[in-house]
């Protein structure tokens, strides 16, 4: 597995934000549903996204096993200004990452992280509360084929 060390850059986009635990099953769950209400917006709105579906996972806690998600589209500037009600006008994350693309099912990317996470500890760097992920893949990609790209930002 490749991990490289990149410089994310800002894009603006559109987001939902969600609570959910860190339970793999919840994620899913709370994935989907986020993603529905995305893509709903997107659709009613008129807005054409800029890029790839993105997830930003932030505000992990250990002790609640709770974690926020910002689950959105990079899109235009001017689109920003179409956000409303549960729906966030932001920029995607930027500056100094890891990355490494993830090949297949979306339950097997806490293995990819765990792989970041211990690459991270074997050269020093702290491992962070937040991370996110690009879906590459359009939508009907058969499981075993999708690519995931992962970051990790280091401080």
Same mark, same amino acid.
């Given at each position: 597995m490749?991990?490289?060390? *990149?410089?994310?850059?800002?894009?603006?986009?559109?987001?939902?934000?969600?609570?959910?635990?860190?339970?793999?099953?919840?994620?899913?769950a709370t994935m989907g549903e986020a993603f529905g209400a995305i893509g709903a917006f997107i659709d009613k709105s008129g807005v054409i996204p800029a890029g790839p579906p993105l997830a930003f996972y932030h505000d992990w806690d250990e002790g609640t096993g709770r974690m926020t998600v910002d689950v959105g589209f990079p899109v235009a500037p001017r689109d920003t200004?179409?956000?409303?009600?549960? *729906?966030?006008?932001?920029?995607?994350?930027?500056? @100094?990452?890891? @990355?490494? *693309?993830?090949?297949?099912?979306?339950?097997? !990317?806490?293995?990819?992280?765990?792989?970041?996470?211990?690459?991270? @500890? @074997?050269?020093? !760097?702290?491992?962070?509360?937040?991370?996110?992920e690009v879906y590459v893949s359009e939508p009907g990609t058969p499981e075993d084929d999708l690519l995931t790209e992962i970051y990790m930002p280091v401080a």
């Open positions: 490749l991990i490289e060390t *990149v410089e994310a850059e800002t894009r603006p986009m559109l987001y939902v934000s969600r609570s959910t635990s860190m339970n793999p099953q919840d994620v899913a200004t179409k956000a409303t009600g549960d *729906v966030h006008a932001g920029q995607t994350p930027s500056g @100094k990452a890891l @990355k490494t *693309v993830h090949h297949g099912p979306y339950p097997k !990317l806490s293995e990819t992280y765990g792989k970041i996470e211990a690459h991270m @500890k @074997k050269i020093g !760097l702290p491992v962070p509360s937040a991370a996110w």
